[in-house]
Structure formats: C-alpha cells, structure tokens
C-alpha cells in the first residue's frame, strides 16, 4: 500500500531520515518504533504528503506521491485517515460535528446521510448517542475514539495513528488497543502507527519496523522481533540505558 524508497530529509544541519527503505503492507498493521525525538513523526508526514523528501520517492497506492502537484495530492490524502496523538478535536465543535466536519467539507451529502455516517461511526467505535457532547466532556480515551470515528468518516483505505496510547493508563491503553485490531479487521483498512509501548506493539502490530538515526534497522513480524539479535532492538526493548541508543 505504501512503498518510501531511499527517503533522505534533513533539517537544516539535523538529518532526520538518511536512504530510509519501508514497505506497509496492503491491509495488515504495521507499527514504527523508535527513540523520541528520531524521526517517527516526520516520517509518518512523508507518507501523506505534508513533508517532501529531499530525495527518495514515496509511493502510495501505485502512485509516487512525491511528483504530485497540490490539488493530485489532497486527492491522494483522501485514501488517509489519522488519528493524532491528542485527538486534535475542535473544541468548539461537538462531537458530531467534529466527526462530520471531514463530510461537511469534502462531499456533498445531504445532512440525513452525514447524520447516519456519524451514528454509525460512533457505535463503530464503541461511543453511541455521545453525539451532542463537547470535547471538553469527554475522558482522555473518549476523545481518541471520537478522533478515530473522524478518521473512518470518509471510508480511508489506510489510517495513520500517531502514539494513540499515550498519556493513557493501563486499561484504557488495552482498550484502545484492542480498539485499533476490531478497526483493522472491521473496516479492511491498512494501519501505521507509531508507538512507544512495547506491550501494544506486539499485540497490535502484524509487522514492526524499527527507526534508528534515519534508517529502518530492523523490520519482521512479532516473533521475529522478540527473537532479534539486533543491539538497538534488545536496548529498546528492555528499557535499558546500556547499548547503542543514546538518551543525549
């Protein structure tokens, strides 16, 4: 579904991605792991378009995004949805409103239409009837699970999460997780997220690829990964401040 082929991108000075290869397999979860602050994000924007490469070409769906001009490219963006790490709701909206604002914006269904899209979305994600609640009235997990109704408003192909545990506490981190595999399935989509918590990333991840200093280092199922011998894989693994990976 996704291809990013030698991806380079620099910042300034700061190198951030250097000849980076990943393939996102068509219909499965795959999840990017990587220290804070390694380039998990700018990658993720790479491959909906909000950053170009320096070089390197993005491919998505058949098409190399990275030679598109601005209207080909919002037209590519539709096959996206993305949940973000603090659900990024209006909150001067409420809850059908912010589910329906990407129906509202991009279609022109009739208000009866986008009304049922929103009620089946919310059920979808375990949230029926919250629709007339303001953000400001919803837990932490509420508002991600209404951040991922949004997302799956416009029927995507592919849903990007962006560390959609965090900042969460252990059951409602197994909720969402378990939210994350019923939406997979459910909906027949293609999944990427980026994720800190091991535990979510081999329940969650049909494939792992890790990202160190702008390269995938490592990259296989979850019992390929728990079997790595790779020194970055181990350290990050364990938590440990020894090994490769420095907290500078």
Do not use: W
């Amino acid at each position: 579904m996704i291809e990013l082929i030698d991806i380079h991108k620099s910042f300034g000075s700061q190198k951030v991605l250097d000849g980076l290869n990943l393939t996102i397999e068509d219909g499965r979860t795959t999840v990017i792991i990587g220290k804070s602050g390694g380039g998990k994000s700018v990658l993720l924007k790479h491959m909906i378009g909000l950053l170009r490469p320096d070089s390197g070409r993005v491919i998505v769906d058949g098409v190399d995004i990275t030679r598109l001009g601005d209207k080909e490219l919002n037209e590519v963006r539709k096959k996206f949805g993305m949940l973000f790490q603090e659900a990024a709701l209006f909150d001067s909206m409420n809850v059908e409103e912010n589910v329906a604002f990407p129906l509202r914006e991009h279609t022109k269904k009739k208000d009866s239409e986008i009304r049922e899209i929103v009620r089946e979305r919310l059920s979808a994600v375990g949230l029926p009837g919250v629709e007339k609640k303001m953000p400001s009235e919803l837990s932490g997990g509420m508002r991600k699970r209404v951040g991922l109704a949004r997302a799956l408003a416009m029927q995507p192909r592919i849903i990007l999460f962006d560390e959609p545990t965090t900042g969460l506490d252990p059951v409602m981190t197994e909720a969402i997780n378990e939210l994350i595999i019923r939406t997979q399935k459910n909906f027949d989509v293609t999944c990427v997220v980026i994720s800190h918590d091991v535990g979510s990333i081999f329940k969650i991840g049909h494939t792992i690829a890790m990202l160190y200093e702008g390269k995938i280092v490592e990259y296989g199922a979850p019992e390929e990964i728990r079997k790595s011998e790779n020194p970055v894989m181990h350290q990050f693994l364990a938590g440990s401040l020894e090994g490769p990976i420095s907290i500078m």
